[in-house]
């Protein structure tokens, strides 16, 4: 198989395995959550480290 060619079995049997991993809907969306929050955290993490970046470029640090 050429690089350039794509690999479709990955896919399909991941959705496979996720469809069949026997977890409810409530336990996939808690889950989805808690990665909603982590992301949020590392977000907000990263904006504070870009202003204080650019507080302490102009010298207002």
């Known amino acids: 198989m050429a690089p350039w060619e794509l690999d479709t079995s990955v896919a399909v049997l991941s959705a496979a395995r996720h469809a069949t991993d026997g977890r409810d809907g409530a336990s996939a969306q808690a ?16 904006l504070v480290v870009v202003v204080l970046f650019i507080l302490s470029f102009l010298g207002l640090r």
């Open 31 to 46: 889950e989805n959550e808690g990665r909603s929050f982590m992301n949020s955290i590392i977000y907000i993490v990263g």
